[in-house]
């Protein structure tokens, strides 16, 4: 009988939330093709995820074990991978949107000469387990989408991030250890140490973000953002023509090859709403936009704007909330 | 240090991206082209470590004729060399894209010795696969870490930063080794003068490469569902400052 089989994305034993939403995806396509739904967890640090695999559908967990898994490290993933799935010859093996889920399925595929499809938010719901899946996947890193066929008797893909909430349905399961053997080659690809993030409001966290682009001027100019995020309790980010011009960090950027932000409001001034920075934005869930073009697509998809330049805009919005606040 | 950076031309869209009737493609009509963004990372990567440490820096694109362009555009900011593997019109799988490259890279090393470094983007701007310079790193039996915000050389490794939810991490890759830069690694420079004019003289080599198909088959391009929004004018100028306070006020980010 054949298989859906999940890959866990886990950090020495800590699951990254996205792959519990890649095994209620996978529950579906098992269910859908007739087959059981199974899970793999790489390296013995992260045995103890099986209760919480079943817990959301996976009857069976594979666990590969060698004493260099210990870490992460993209060739020893994909080559433990590629080694359950040379055993098991699943129909479809689902990893996770991440990055170390794209790397591990790519890196596994490889060494298969397989087929795969990354970040995809569809899959066919008549596809029974016997020739090519379809699917639709994002492109232009979500600006485009593709309706596409992975075509091979294991069919390798990734689910986009946050298109399946994670739910239960639990389920009995038994438990198989893989002891791999690890070529030398694939070795050298371990993280070999780390500096661990201090805590405190990110981009990627932050409930306000207040975002300048090419229309704010200069590195200096951004000190009234400045100000405005922090009276708001949030950061400041800022558009690719920015990070270009050399006026702030590429860890402000919003956007396709910048971050993805999701806050309560999100203050975008002058930004033009290309879409490669729409797509990075979208998620918030609500958008002011200060441009001096009515016109501009940013202002055109917010939900709210303001018609003017930022350089008044901004200070008189700082002083409004400083006049309320009394200070 | 001999360092191949392996680049893709992208079309640069504005506001929204448009498709051709058929559903098979982006239409270009009217759009200018690039080096895809992690890309350009890559090649000002390669040149800063060539200036560090000697050596040359190569560029290679499988893409179409004008695909060129793109690869002056990498001489004029300071790579030595260019190949260009010619296909038609349509893009080509990743698999069969990743054949195509390993199979040109392994011709060029024979000839000329091995490269240090293979460098990629993370992932291509238009495709997003995520596996190209994974697959092509595989075949020519190269370490590869995707996802690179910083790399440095330190006695005969390249060592590799990436961001991580938990930190930043760091691998040592005994070299020759490949690398998928990210966007943020570094600001790529602008051409100079001098780079400009040397991209017109540089010869492109073309080397043609035989790729069976791979198993992804693109079977048509369709866009996102756009968020429809009836936007409010909340005012003009710095006297919408009172208007736009109201608003925090009401969405919950202000007391
Ligand atoms: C593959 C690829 C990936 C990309 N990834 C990203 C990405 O991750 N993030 C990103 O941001 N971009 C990205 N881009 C770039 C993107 O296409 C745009 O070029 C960029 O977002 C434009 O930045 P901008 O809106 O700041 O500048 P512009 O497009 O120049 O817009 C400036 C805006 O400011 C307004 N303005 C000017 N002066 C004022 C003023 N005084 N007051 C108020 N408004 C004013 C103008 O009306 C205009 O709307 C990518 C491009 C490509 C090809
Ligand atoms: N047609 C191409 N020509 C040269 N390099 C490519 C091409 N396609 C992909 N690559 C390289 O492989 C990386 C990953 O591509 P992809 O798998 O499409 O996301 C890119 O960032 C490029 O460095």
Redesign the pocket.
């Given at each position: 009988m054949s298989a859906v089989l999940v890959v866990v994305d886990h950090d020495r034993g800590t699951i990254a939330p996205a792959s519990l939403g890649a095994v209620t995806a996978g529950r579906a396509l098992a269910r859908q093709i007739g087959g059981e739904l199974h899970a793999v967890t790489i390296g013995a640090g992260a045995d103890a995820l099986a209760g919480v695999l079943a817990a959301h559908g996976a009857s069976t967990v594979h666990q590969v074990h060698h004493a260099a898994l210990v870490d992460y490290g993209p060739e020893a993933w994909g080559e433990a991978l590629a080694a359950v799935v040379r055993a098991l010859s699943p129909a479809v093996v689902l990893g996770c949107g991440t990055e170390r889920g794209h790397e591990v399925v790519a890196q596994a595929a490889a060494r298969l000469d397989a087929p795969a499809a990354m970040n995809c938010t569809e899959f066919d719901e008549s596809f029974d387990g016997s020739g090519p899946l379809k699917v639709v996947r994002a492109r232009w890193g979500g600006s485009l989408m593709e309706q596409a066929e992975v075509d091979a008797a294991v069919r390798f893909v990734t689910l986009a991030n946050h298109v399946v909430e994670p739910s239960e349905a639990p389920v009995a399961h038994a438990t198989t250890v893989h002891d791999v053997a690890l070529p030398d080659s694939v070795l050298h690809s371990f993280v070999r140490d780390r500096v661990e993030r201090t805590a405190g409001v990110t981009l990627a966290t932050a409930p306000v973000v207040v975002s300048g682009g090419r229309g704010v001027g200069s590195a200096e100019a951004f000190a009234p953002l400045e100000e405005l995020a922090s009276l708001l309790g949030g950061v400041v980010g800022c558009s690719r023509a920015v990070t270009n011009n050399g006026w702030r960090n590429h860890a402000d950027q919003v956007g396709q090859t910048g971050t993805r932000i999701a806050p309560d409001v999100y203050i975008a001034c002058g930004i033009s709403g290309a879409i490669q920075h729409w797509v990075g934005a979208m998620a918030s869930k609500n958008i002011i936009a200060i441009n001096t073009d009515k016109d501009a697509n940013i202002v055109t998809k917010a939900g709210y704007a303001v018609i003017g330049d930022l350089h008044k805009v901004v200070p008189a919005i700082s002083a409004e909330i400083r006049r309320r606040r009394g200070a | 240090m001999r360092i191949l950076?392996?680049?893709?031309r992208v079309p640069a869209p504005g506001a929204r991206i448009n498709i051709t009737a058929d559903g098979q493609a982006v239409d270009t009509a009217f759009l200018g082209f690039t080096v895809?963004p992690?890309?350009e990372c890559?090649v000002e990567a390669a040149v800063q470590l060539v200036e560090q440490h000697g050596g040359e820096v190569t560029v290679?694109?499988?893409?179409p004729a004008e695909a060129e362009e793109q690869l002056r555009t990498a001489v004029s900011v300071g790579a030595a060399k260019a190949v260009l593997?010619p296909i038609d019109a349509s893009?080509?799988d990743?698999q069969r894209?990743a054949r195509a490259?390993a199979t040109v890279v392994g011709a060029i090393e024979a000839q000329d010795g091995a490269f240090d470094l293979v460098?990629?983007?993370?992932?291509?701007a238009d495709?997003?696969?995520?596996?190209?310079?994974i697959r092509?790193a595989l075949s020519l039996g190269r370490p590869m870490v995707n996802g690179a915000k910083g790399l440095e050389i330190e006695d005969g490794h390249a060592v590799v930063k990436r961001e991580a939810d938990a930190g930043i991490e760091r691998y040592r890759l005994p070299m020759p080794a490949a690398v998928?830069v990210k966007e943020g690694i570094n600001l790529p420079r602008y051409p100079t003068m001098k780079g400009r004019l040397a991209s017109k003289k540089a010869e492109v080599v073309r080397t043609e490469a035989q790729a069976g198909e791979g198993g992804l088959r693109m079977v048509q391009l369709q866009r996102p569902p756009e968020r429809v929004s009836n936007v409010q004018i909340i005012g003009t100028g710095p006297e919408a400052a009172p208007a736009v306070v109201d608003l925090l006020v009401e969405l919950g980010v202000m007391s």
């Open positions: - | 950076v392996c680049v893709k895809s992690h890309e890559a290679l694109t499988l893409g593997v893009d080509w990743p894209t490259i460098l990629f983007g993370n992932e291509s495709s997003c696969g995520y596996q190209v310079g092509a998928g």
